[in-house]
């Protein structure tokens, strides 16, 4: 593709997915009217506009990411992706019939997909072209630190708490545990941006240049970035709700769950992209960054913003996973531990990340 054409479409996509997501609202082809067939064809349509801007967004957020230097850069893209998936949950829970597992099912399948699937590509791909790549591990400990500690509060805890039914906290609970969440992600980000800040950067880039190009326009960056994250959020509403719509309609089994993960990979794949690229460009400490950040950057602001709406609206939420998905989680995390413990990886330890992830992906469709 020509630089002008690059160019153009670099321009013309944030419009357009905003445009089209307008159009669709107006129209009355919401994902509430009309026959499944339709709504089938409106998700088709809504999901190929939005890919295609989703790799445009990812261009806009790495040029601020450029500007603005590490380790901020890295937080740009996950600050905006985890913004999409706040969206997204709350206006699915919103939708339709009460659905108090959804935002369970989403943020785990954050959690699988990035410290598993994402990180397991990482590790394997990177590993193979660089032989072995560096870490920094007091950046990385931190990232599991508080991984770890959010998971274990929000997605396992609820199901042992005896005040309310299993899988759920109460009212006081569930504000408890959502403030300490974002008191937690908060201290994280003062120490990833201020006071360790040498913790979370490689000290060489290697065959990637961080300099800016002068004649881009930062703020034409930011308006096009934030211009595309809205369209993105409102087309993704369309996508997940109709699939969501039809999977009831024919009532296939395990349906929250298949949403979640649909949800989950949606607003991954900008992050996903960017953590693979700088993989393969043995910046496999800005991959981590990425990937990690965006884990806990989940569970550090949806639970309390989805907390918020369901205690707002009265709407019950259901966070404590099954037995199956807590031996899931709980063997994703120690092996991060395990991987993260020395300051070299190989394409071996991601391939230990690749088939806890392969063994999720199975247990969606064969619980």
Do not use: K
């Not at 009309?34 to 040029?63: C, K, P, Q, Y």
């Not at 002068?214 to 308006?223: A, F, Y």
């Not at 991954?268 to 950057?297: D, F, K, T």
């Amino acid at each position: 593709m020509s630089g002008f054409a690059r160019s153009a479409v670099s321009y013309a996509m944030p419009l357009a997915a905003l445009a089209v997501a307008i159009a669709v609202r107006a129209s009355g082809l919401s994902v509430d009217q009309g026959s499944i067939n339709m709504r089938i064809l409106v998700g088709a349509i809504s999901s190929a506009i939005m890919f295609t801007t989703i790799f445009v967004v990812l261009d806009h957020a790495e040029a601020v990411a450029r500007r603005v230097g590490e380790p901020y850069g890295t937080l740009v893209l996950t600050i905006a992706v985890t913004a999409i998936e706040v969206s997204i949950i709350v206006s699915m829970m919103l939708h339709g019939e009460n659905n108090p597992t959804l935002a369970r099912e989403s943020v785990f399948s954050t959690v699988m997909i990035t410290s598993t699937g994402v990180v397991g590509v990482c590790l394997t791909f990177g590993g193979w072209r660089h032989r072995t790549q560096a870490i920094v591990r007091q950046g990385t400990s931190a990232y599991l630190a508080v991984l770890i500690a959010l998971t274990v509060m929000t997605l396992i805890l609820p199901t042992y708490t005896q005040t309310t039914d299993p899988g759920t906290f109460s009212a006081a609970q569930l504000g408890f545990v959502s403030v300490l969440s974002v008191l937690l992600y908060a201290g994280f980000l003062f120490a990833q941006t201020v006071r360790h800040r040498d913790d979370f950067i490689e000290g060489q880039a290697h065959g990637v240049s961080t300099r800016a190009d002068p004649h881009e326009s930062i703020l034409t960056r930011v308006l096009l970035l934030a211009i595309g994250l809205i369209g993105i959020v409102m087309l993704a509403e369309q996508v997940a709700a109709s699939i969501e719509d039809t999977l009831v309609a024919y009532q296939v089994s395990q349906a929250d769950a298949i949403v979640g993960a649909l949800i989950a990979g949606l607003v991954l794949m900008p992050e996903s992209v960017s953590a693979i690229r700088a993989a393969l460009n043995n910046e496999l400490q800005r991959g981590l960054n990425v990937a990690m950040g965006s884990a806990c950057a989940t569970i550090g602001l949806t639970i309390p913003v989805v907390a918020a709406a369901s205690l707002l609206t009265g709407r019950g939420l259901t966070l404590g996973i099954p037995a199956a998905d807590t031996v899931l989680l709980v063997l994703a995390l120690f092996i991060s531990s395990v991987s993260f413990s020395n300051e070299r990886t190989t394409f071996l330890t991601g391939l230990v990340h690749l088939v806890v992830f392969f063994t999720y992906v199975l247990l969606i469709f064969v619980p």
